[in-house]
T-cell receptor
Framework: KAGVTQTPRYLIKTRGQQVTLSCSPI?????VSWYQQTPGQGLQFLFE???????NKGNFPGRFSGRQFSNSRSEMNVSTLELGDSALYLC??????????FGSGTQLSVL | GENVEQHPSTLSVQEGDSAVIKCTYS??????FPWYKQELGKRPQLIID?????GEKKDQRIAVTLNKTAKHFSLHITETQPEDSAVYFC??????????FGAGTRLFVKA
């Protein structure tokens, strides 16, 4: 079974731009969660989607949004990028809503 | 809101010694407690988990303990080896669509 796939692997953007990240979960997994990872801050929960519906959301501004498609693939969008948005963005899929299987992440640099 | 505190942030041990990482959670509804290991440049991977109806679980050299009353849970690694060097994250899940992570512990095992 293929693992969780995230694209692109690296992104460089400038302040004010917007960005879209993609995540393809493991086949059969209907839950996709997104996390922001920065040094010293651990994994900060962004949001979780299950069957195309956002079920839970973390404490991030409205510039961060996401969606999930009928095939469980998910996208995350960040608008009006700020320098502080530079981070590794990880998505994770789950079959049982407990065990998380992570992708390799998208490293976003905002200049 | 939900919070998971993790200590220490950095831990250095000699090969063969034991390592202990401690976490505290705030949401008494939490009922599933996974631990993830993230090697340098790699994705986080689940290494062991424990449920709220169990006090201790062991898997070869690693073990987790849970004290529900105190809202504490710990990871114990015995006979540490250089390949145990990584960042370890504890997490808590309330059974909903949200897993909250601690800030991580960077473990160094010196040969």
């Amino acid at each position: 079974k293929a693992g969780v796939t995230q694209t692109p692997r690296y992104l460089i953007k400038t302040r004010g731009q917007q960005v879209t990240l993609s995540c393809s979960p493991i086949s059969g997994h209907r839950s996709v969660s997104w996390y922001q990872q920065t040094p010293g801050q651990g994994l900060q929960f962004l949001f979780e989607y299950f069957s195309e519906t956002q079920r839970n959301k973390g404490n991030f501004p409205g510039r961060f949004s996401g969606r999930q498609f009928s095939n469980s693939r998910s996208e995350m969008n960040v608008s009006t990028l700020e320098l502080g948005d530079s981070a590794l963005y990880l998505c994770a899929s789950s079959f049982d809503l407990e065990k998380l299987f992570f992708g390799s992440g998208t490293q976003l640099s905002v200049l | 809101g939900e919070n998971v505190e993790q200590h220490p942030s950095t831990l250095s041990v000699q090969e063969g010694d034991s390592a202990v990482i401690k976490c505290t959670y705030s949401d008494s509804a939490s009922n599933y407690f996974p631990w993830y290991k993230q090697e340098l440049g790699k994705r986080p991977q689940l290494i062991i988990d424990i449920r709220s109806n169990v006090g201790e679980k062991k898997d070869q050299r690693i073990a987790v303990t849970l004290n529900k009353t105190a809202k504490h849970f710990s990871l114990h690694i015995t006979e540490t080896q250089p390949e145990d060097s990584a960042v370890y994250f504890c997490a808590a899940n309330t059974g909903g669509f949200k897993t909250i992570f601690g800030a991580g512990t960077r473990l160094f095992v010196k040969a």
